[in-house]
């Protein structure tokens, strides 16, 4: 079993910097990818980044390569979604996902919400607003 807890969301201006957190508990994340989506109000959930500890490769969505950045503490178990140059259209609840993905799958299937089926955190709103 795996519990997953998101956190540091908030309010920040177009051109601001929020960098949000993934703490994971229980069962060690090996073979795990942990993957970062949001959800805009009337939009379906969207893949931004997903962290394969079976290689160490990062995946991004085109909408936020070069502007967002995961990273991974193993000491402490968590996952950091780093944003940068946060614009409006980055605003929506984050969520952070972990499942075992085959490694021959991960980069064709890791932005799909449905094959994540075990291990979900709760939101974390992002708002982008002046």
């Known amino acids: 079993e795996v519990q997953l807890q998101a956190s540091g969301g908030g309010l920040v201006q177009p051109g601001g910097s929020l960098t949000l957190s993934c703490a994971a508990s229980?069962?060690?994340?090996?073979?795990?990818?942990i993957t970062w989506f949001r959800q805009a109000p009337g939009k379906a959930r969207e893949g931004v980044s997903c962290?394969?500890?079976?290689?160490?490769?990062?995946y991004y969505a085109d909408s936020v390569k070069g502007r967002f950045t995961t990273s991974i503490d193993n000491a402490k178990r968590t996952v950091f979604l780093q944003m940068n140059n946060l614009k409006s259209e980055d605003t929506a609840a984050y969520y952070c996902?972990?499942?075992?993905?085959?490694?021959?799958?991960?980069?064709?299937?890791?932005?799909?919400?449905?094959?994540?089926?075990?291990?979900w955190g709760q939101g974390t709103q992002v708002t982008v607003s002046s």
């Open positions: 996902a972990a499942e075992r993905i085959p490694p021959t799958l991960v980069q064709s299937s890791w932005r799909e919400p449905r094959i994540y089926t075990h291990y």
């Open positions: 962290y394969s500890s079976t290689d160490g490769t990062t």
């Open positions: 229980g069962r060690p994340l090996d073979h795990y990818s």
